[in-house]
C-alpha cells in the first residue's frame, strides 16, 4: 500500500512547478497531526477494493435487517406453500418441478420457485441470509470478548495463570471443530428440551450459538496473549507503571488501543467463517430444521433436485460466494490499512 | 527425535482422554435413558432393565467411564461377545462394535483427506511458486485473481455444479465411488477424482495466496540477494534458498489447518453421497447413540494429533534450525 507521502511525492513533472508550495503544504499538514484512526482511514478511502467490498458487505447486512420489510413490499413469504395457493395455479409441473425456464423465475417469483413444496425461493434466501449474519454477528462479538479476555488475562498476569490458560487454549484446538460440532448440537439442544419435545427454532439458534463460542474463541487469545506480551515490555507501559497507574488502567490506555487492529482484522475472518460453519450445520441435518429459512439448508435442498432443477442452487449459491469474496477482500483491506508494512 | 516423538505421543494420549472425559460426561447431562435407545419400538421395563445390565448402565457414570477408557487398552467382554483391544464400546443403537464400523467407514475418510491434501498442496504451492516467479505479469495477476474468487467458494456449491457439467450433462464422469485402494488403485483414483478436486479447489487457493506472498518476502531477502550478486543461477536461487524459507511458514498453517481438513472431507462426503466417518458422527448424534460418538470424537482427535506429529517432523526437516528435543 501507498503512504501518504508516496501519493504527494508522485507526479515527478508538476513537482517542478510548485515545489515550494507543496513543501509548505507538507509542513502545515504535518502540524495538524492526524490519529492513527484517521490516518488508516485516509488509507482505506484510497483502496478501490476495500471501498467496494465495505459497500457490499453493508448491503448483505442491510438486506438482512430490513428483510421482513423487502417481503412485504415484495408480497411473499418464506412459508407459505405457493403452490397450492389457487392464485398460481401451474406453478409446478407433474414432477413437482417448477414450470417455466430457470427455475421458474417469473415477476412474481424473481428467484424461481422451490421444487417439491412451492415455496418462493427470493423471500426464503432473503430470511436465511437474515438468520445467519444475525447469529455469525453475536457468535463473532461472543467469541471476540472472550478471546480478548483470556488473551489479556494470560499475557498481563503470565506465570502460572499464563500457564494453565494456555493448556486450556490447547486442549480446546485439539478438538476436531466439526466433528465437535456434529456431534454436540442434539446434546447442547436436549439441555433445554427434553428430547421427546419439538425444538423451538430460537433454541436451535442458542444451541447453535453456543457450540461455536465455545471453539470459537482460541486463535483469538493466542494472538491477543502474544500481543499484550510484547507490549508488556515495551517503555510507555513502564513508564505508565512507574508513574502509578493501576493495572486496570494500563490495560485500558495502555494495552488495549494496541491490539485494536489484530482484534478487528481477525474479526473480520472469524465472521465469513461462522457463516461457513452455521451453514454447514445446517446442510449436513444438525442445524435448524424444517421450516425456518435457512442458508445452508438450502444448499442441502438444492443438492437434493440438483439434477432436476440446478437453478434452484444459484442464487443462495452466488450470494454466499459473493458474501465470503467481499469479506475476505474486506479484512485484506482492513489489514493494509491498518498495517501499510505488510503489502500483498 | 526419538525423546520429542514420545513427549509428543504422552501429550496426545492426555489430550484424548481429557477429550473422552468431556465427551461423556457432557453427554450424560442429557435427561435421557439410553437403555431406551437400544431396545426399540415394544420395549416391556423388564427388557429394558436387561439391556441396562448388558450395556453396564446401571453402574455409576465414574465406573462406566472407567470401564469405556480401560476398554480401549485392555479390550472388553459384552453379552454380545467380546470386542478386542482398541475397543471404543457397542453402539446403542444397531449393536455393532465401535471400532468395526469405524475401520469400515475410515478409508474413504482417509483416502479423501490424503488424496485433497496432496492435490492441493502440488496446485497450491506450484500456483503460488509460478505467481511469484512470474510477479507482475498477466499470469501472476490471473493467478491471484482465481485464488481469491475460487477460496470464497463452498464445497456444497462447487461440487454440484461440477456433477452436473462432468457427470449429469456430459456423462464424462461416473457418480463419484468408493473402491477400495487395495483392490485397484486406478478405479480407485477415478472413483475419488471429482471430490478430490473439488474439495482441493477450497483449499488451494488459499495456499496459492499464502506461497506467493511468502516467496515474495523471501526473494527480498538479503541471503536471497547475495546468492544472486554471486552469481548463482536463478533457479537454483529460487529453489534452494528461497522456497525452503518460503516452506516454513506454509507448514506452519497447514499445521492450523488438519482440522479444517477433516471437517472438509466430511463436507465432501455429504455433497457426493459417500459413506465415511463424518456421516456416522451425524447418525450417531442425531440418535444421541453415545458410544458411536464418542469413538468418533476420539478418532478424529487421534488423527488430527498424528497428522500434527507428522507436520512437526516436517518442520525439523525443512528448518534445521528447528531442534525437536
Known amino acids: ?344 | 527425535m526419538l525423546q520429542f516423538l514420545v513427549r509428543r505421543l504422552i501429550g496426545a494420549v492426555v489430550i484424548m482422554f481429557l477429550i473422552g472425559a468431556f465427551t461423556f460426561f457432557l453427554f450424560y447431562t442429557i435427561p435421557q435413558d439410553f437403555a431406551e435407545l437400544s431396545c426399540g419400538k415394544n420395549c416391556s421395563p423388564e427388557n429394558i432393565a436387561v439391556i441396562r445390565e448388558n450395556l453396564g448402565l446401571d453402574k455409576p457414570i465414574t465406573a462406566q467411564f472407567w470401564e469405556f477408557m480401560t476398554g480401549i487398552v485392555a479390550g472388553r467382554d459384552f453379552a454380545q461377545g467380546h470386542c478386542s483391544a482398541p475397543c471404543l464400546g457397542m453402539s446403542f443403537d444397531s449393536g455393532e462394535f465401535v471400532w468395526d464400523s469405524i475401520m469400515d467407514r475410515f478409508p474413504l475418510t482417509l483416502s479423501l483427506t490424503v488424496g485433497g491434501l496432496v492435490i492441493f498442496l502440488i496446485l497450491g504451492l506450484g500456483s503460488g511458486l509460478l505467481a511469484a516467479w512470474k510477479r507482475g505479469t498477466a499470469a501472476d495477476k490471473l493467478v491471484s485473481g482465481a485464488s481469491i474468487v475460487l477460496s470464497s467458494f463452498q464445497i456444497y456449491f462447487l461440487g454440484p455444479i461440477v456433477l452436473g457439467i462432468l457427470v449429469y450433462q456430459s456423462g464424462i464422469m461416473e457418480n463419484p465411488s468408493y473402491k477400495p485402494f487395495t483392490e485397484n488403485p486406478v478405479t480407485w483414483a477415478i472413483g475419488l477424482l471429482i471430490p478430490w478436486l473439488v474439495m482441493a479447489t477450497i483449499f488451494t487457493a488459499q495456499y496459492t495466496r499464502m506461497s506467493r506472498s511468502t516467496m515474495i518476502e523471501q526473494l527480498q531477502e538479503e541471503h536471497v540477494r547475495t546468492a544472486r550478486a554471486k552469481g548463482m543461477k536463478q533457479r537454483y536461487v529460487f529453489f534452494r534458498y528461497a522456497w525452503r524459507g518460503s516452506l516454513i511458514p506454509i507448514v506452519t498453517i497447514l499445521g492450523m489447518d488438519l482440522s479444517a481438513l477433516l471437517s472438509g472431507a466430511v463436507v465432501t462426503e455429504f455433497t457426493f453421497d459417500l459413506a465415511g466417518i463424518g456421516r456416522l458422527a451425524v447418525d450417531s448424534s442425531l440418535t444421541k447413540d453415545l458410544p458411536v460418538t464418542m469413538g468418533v470424537m476420539l478418532f478424529g482427535a487421534f488423527f488430527i494429533l498424528l497428522l500434527n506429529i507428522l507436520v512437526d517432523l516436517a518442520y525439523a526437516y525443512i528448518d534445521p534450525r528447528v531442534r525437536l528435543s
Open chain 1, 1 to 344: 500500500m501507498t503512504s501518504p507521502i508516496d501519493i504527494e511525492g508522485s507526479g515527478t513533472s508538476a513537482a517542478a512547478d510548485d515545489a515550494p508550495d507543496r513543501v509548505k503544504a507538507v509542513e502545515t499538514k504535518s502540524h495538524e497531526g492526524r490519529s492513527p484512526g484517521q490516518l488508516m482511514w485516509l488509507r482505506f478511502k484510497r483502496d478501490r477494493t476495500g471501498v467496494v467490498s465495505a459497500c457490499v458487505v453493508i448491503l448483505y447486512f442491510l438486506v438482512s435487517a430490513l428483510a421482513p420489510l423487502i417481503a412485504k413490499l415484495y408480497g411473499k413469504d418464506p412459508y407459505t406453500l405457493y403452490a397450492q395457493e389457487p392464485e398460481y395455479p401451474f406453478l409446478l409441473d407433474d414432477f413437482a418441478m417448477p414450470t417455466g425456464s430457470f427455475g421458474g423465475m417469473s415477476g412474481d417469483f424473481w428467484f424461481g420457485v422451490e421444487p417439491k413444496l412451492g415455496r418462493d425461493v427470493f423471500t426464503m434466501l432473503l430470511y436465511g441470509m437474515r438468520t445467519s449474519l444475525y447469529m455469525a454477528v453475536v457468535v463473532t462479538l461472543l467469541c471476540v470478548v472472550t478471546g480478548v479476555i483470556i488473551g489479556m488475562v494470560s499475557g498481563f498476569f503470565g506465570g502460572r495463570v499464563d500457564y494453565w490458560l494456555g493448556r486450556i487454549t490447547d486442549f480446546f484446538l485439539a478438538f476436531p471443530q466439526q466433528l465437535f460440532f456434529i456431534a454436540f448440537m442434539p446434546v447442547v439442544t436436549a439441555m433445554f428440551v427434553s428430547p421427546q419435545d419439538e425444538t423451538p427454532t430460537y433454541l436451535r439458534a442458542v444451541a447453535i450459538t453456543l457450540v461455536m463460542w465455545f471453539l470459537g474463541w482460541m486463535g483469538l487469545a493466542r494472538l491477543v496473549r502474544s500481543s499484550v506480551l510484547t507490549l508488556r515490555e515495551r517503555e510507555f507501559v513502564e513508564a505508565a507503571k512507574v508513574s502509578g497507574a493501576s493495572p486496570w488502567r494500563i490495560v485500558r490506555k495502555e494495552i488495549l488501543p494496541n491490539i485494536v487492529t489484530p482484534i478487528l482484522v481477525q474479526a473480520t475472518y472469524i465472521l465469513p467463517s461462522t457463516i461457513l460453519s452455521i451453514a454447514f450445520l445446517s446442510y449436513i441435518g444438525v442445524g435448524f430444521v424444517e421450516p425456518t429459512p435457512d442458508w445452508g439448508r438450502m444448499f442441502a435442498i438444492g443438492a437434493d433436485v440438483y439434477e432436476q432443477d440446478p437453478m434452484f442452487m444459484f442464487f443462495p449459491g452466488v450470494a454466499l460466494v459473493v458474501f465470503v469474496l467481499s469479506f475476505n477482500l474486506l479484512g485484506d483491506s482492513v489489514r493494509d490499512a491498518f498495517d501499510p508494512k505488510t503489502g500483498r
